[in-house]
């Protein structure tokens, strides 16, 4: 499944990094960086209704994120678009966030569009990933694996794990370029290293059935974990099943049961939720009760990571 465009979220930092020089602006960030947002709401208001495109961005965040004032989509939006038209690439990419997920406006991809490729053009990562996403799902566009495919290798080489991850399935698939597991292979290391719990997945893939890459269970192993860790089920039940078939670990059916185990309860009801509870079976048959009781407090007490 392709990653989607992401969250409504913007990071104040890169608001602050304008070049503005007004007191007051510099008094706003002070206090909003210690948690007194009513202060920096007092200090950037009056600048931001002057036509201040930082302020109004900071205001946008402040709404957006309920930071000091009631959350206000809606409201965000409206500081949002002031800075955008006025060139500013977050507030364009953060407008374009807004129409893509009808976040305080009616949802309208092709609007979601507009804003994206003008901040994409400028450079603006996030926003050529999501330019990247409309374009391979045919929202607000024709679908054109192509033109995404530019978009998701703009925002990649600047080290968006998500477009890495997404240019890297593209590669897998074949989807607008020739099928080409070494570049896919490339790609998803790229965005596992970032710690992209899908791509640290993909790569255990690849390493497992040694494609793109010569097979390599233990590597598959390390690479499964580090996604089966951060919650990732289909990680945890491929973990599972190296424990139970001794590929790459040492087999051990307390561990396969308990990444079994911790798959199942995540899965929804279907094909994947049923392997892992009919290979969890097969290894309890293999187990003492005591191993059994020990797996399923391993389970109990487990935490992503």
Sequence with gaps: MRALRGVFVLVLALALSAPVFAADFQAGGAAYDHGDYATALEEWLPLAEQGDAAAQISLGVMYNNGLGVTQDYAEAIKWFRLAAEQGEAIAQFSLGVGYSNGLGVTQHYAEAIKWYRLAAVQGEARAQSNLAHMYANGEGVPQDYAVAIKWYRQAAVQG?????????????????????????????????????????????????????????????????????????????????????????????????????????????????????????EIVEAKMSPDQVAEAERLAREWKPK
């Design 160 to 280: 968006h794990a998500v477009a890495q991850y997404n240019l890297a399935l593209m590669y897998d698939r074949g989807e607008g370029v020739p099928q080409d597991y070494v570049e896919a292979m490339k790609w998803y290391r790229l965005a596992a290293v970032q710690g992209h719990a899908d791509a640290q997945h993909n790569l255990a893939l690849m390493y497992d059935r040694g494609e793109g890459v010569p097979q390599d269970y233990a590597e598959a192993v390390k690479w499964y974990r580090l996604a089966a860790m951060q919650g990732l089920a289909g990680a945890q039940t491929n973990l599972g099943f190296m424990y139970q078939s001794s590929r790459g670990v040492t087999q051990d059916y307390v561990q396969a049961h308990m990444w079994y185990n911790l798959a199942a309860a995540r899965l929804p009801p279907g094909e994947d939720r049923d392997m892992a509870v009919s290979n969890r």
